[in-house]
């Protein structure tokens, strides 16, 4: 699909044809292959998790066009403090500005993503969570879920302190959070560095996101 991705410099990318073109039968194809065990299995329902989903989501709303989509959203800058197979775009055949920074190499997926995201029509059936919702009031977020997916989920145990690690790292270096400050606000979060100060808000596959879990139930 990169292949039909235009760079157009700095942190701008031409995606049009992807939402009008037909499908490339090649990545068709391998779609498939990936997904023939989920496709395979006989269960009530099932579904695939993988963050990648965010590089070729306009294309598997297109091959999925009902299956549910579960939105998993974290803090960008939580997530950018990690390495990720997408970090590199280029791995992905996507032209991006080269540089040796891990934090601007992670930004570009965050970039990308974003209009991606934005651009692509909203599937007819979505819900969006945040990750530290998942963490920090998993009852609640849980029962958000099993009303939208209409089947009973299982609990687990979480970490609290995967939340906000962004605020205590041991050596606090500057992020180019500039980018996503108005992403980060609509999704709730709080652009203060003080500990504590977050804000708080409230086949059938699927999920996307910006660099975060993809998660896809599929009811058959």
């Known amino acids: 699909m990169a292949k039909y991705v235009k760079w157009k410099g700095g942190l701008s990318w031409n995606f049009d044809p ?12 391998l ?6 065990d989920v496709f395979r299995d006989k269960s009530a329902y099932k579904g695939w998790k993988i ?3 965010t590089l070729v989501y306009p294309w598997i709303l297109r091959m999925f066009p009902d299956i549910k989509y579960i939105h998993w959203i974290r803090d960008p800058r939580d997530c950018i403090l990690g390495s990720h197979k997408t970090d590199n775009l280029r791995d992905f055949g996507i032209e991006y500005e080269h540089t040796d920074d891990v934090f601007r190499k992670a930004r570009n997926i965050m970039v990308l993503s974003i209009p991606v995201d934005e651009a692509t ?16 009031k998993q009852e609640l977020t849980l029962k958000k879920l099993e009303e939208f ?7 687990i145990i979480v970490r609290p302190e995967a939340v906000e690690r962004w605020k ?3 050596q606090p270096c500057k992020l ?9 606000v609509e999704n709730g979060y709080s652009l203060s560095s003080n500990v504590g100060a977050s804000s708080e808000s409230g086949l059938n596959q ?3 996101g910006n660099r975060n879990s993809c998660l896809h139930i599929q009811n058959v």
């Open 18 to 29: 992807l939402f009008t073109m037909p499908i490339d039968p090649e990545f068709e194809q």
């Open 31 to 36: 779609i498939n292959t990936y997904l023939e």
């Open 51 to 53: 963050p990648e989903t």
């Open 121 to 136: 029509p909203r599937p007819k059936h979505i819900i969006q969570i945040r990750f530290e919702d998942f963490v920090l």
């Open 149 to 155: 997916l209409g089947l009973p989920l299982g609990r």
């Open 168 to 170: 205590r790292v041991d």
């Open 176 to 184: 180019p959070f500039d980018f996503l400050q108005e992403a980060i």
């Open 206 to 208: 699927a999920i996307i």
